[in-house]
């Protein structure tokens, strides 16, 4: 037998042999228990990354959708914005064909009402000389038969009907130049209008 092997030391071996095994289960639950909490750890952390990521594909879904809707958007506004520089510009050109229109109408009109006043004199003068005619005939005795007073009397109506409906084709002319004017104002003033809101 070993002399150094005595009751004392295998006493002694097994107590630290036992220790041993104590502080190694010890060790071992400690690990579990690490292990079993780093586990959970990682699963809520698994969790949370699967959530940002849901949340992120969401985001990107969304941002997808409203840069989708934003291209419709500026599209449609600047179709609408050519659209309306197409319409002023329309409307600028009639509105300028109606300045002249306009224009025209206004020395359309005073020269029918130049023309009006002269056809209303010279209706006059005329008047006047068959009048002056008639009653210098009626101061001469037995000079004008009853043919040339019928004769007299017919020219005189026909000069009268003559002028007046000369008269009245130009007082409708002048009447409808009149009514044309007035709608040009109005479509210029709602140009103007138009102008000013925009």
Known sequence: MDPRVTPLNISMSLRNSLYTQD???HKELQWAKDKEELTKNL???????????????????????????????EEKLQNDIVALESELSETKENMEALSK????????CREMEDYISKMGVEFKETMHMV?????????????????????QSLVKDIVIRECQDKIMQLEKE????KEAIAMVVSVDNRYLCHESII
């Open 101 to 108: 229109e306009k224009e025209e109408a206004i020395n359309r």
């Open 23 to 25: 502080h190694i289960k």
């Open 174 to 177: 002048n009447h409808y130049h």
């Open 43 to 73: 699963k809520h952390q698994e969790n949370l990354l699967q959530k940002l990521t849901a949340d992120k594909n969401k985001f990107e879904t969304r941002l997808e959708e409203v840069e989708g809707e934003k291209c419709s958007v």
């Open 131 to 151: 009048s002056n005619s008639i009653e210098w005939g009626k101061d001469v005795p037995g000079t004008i038969t009853e043919a040339q007073k019928y004769s």
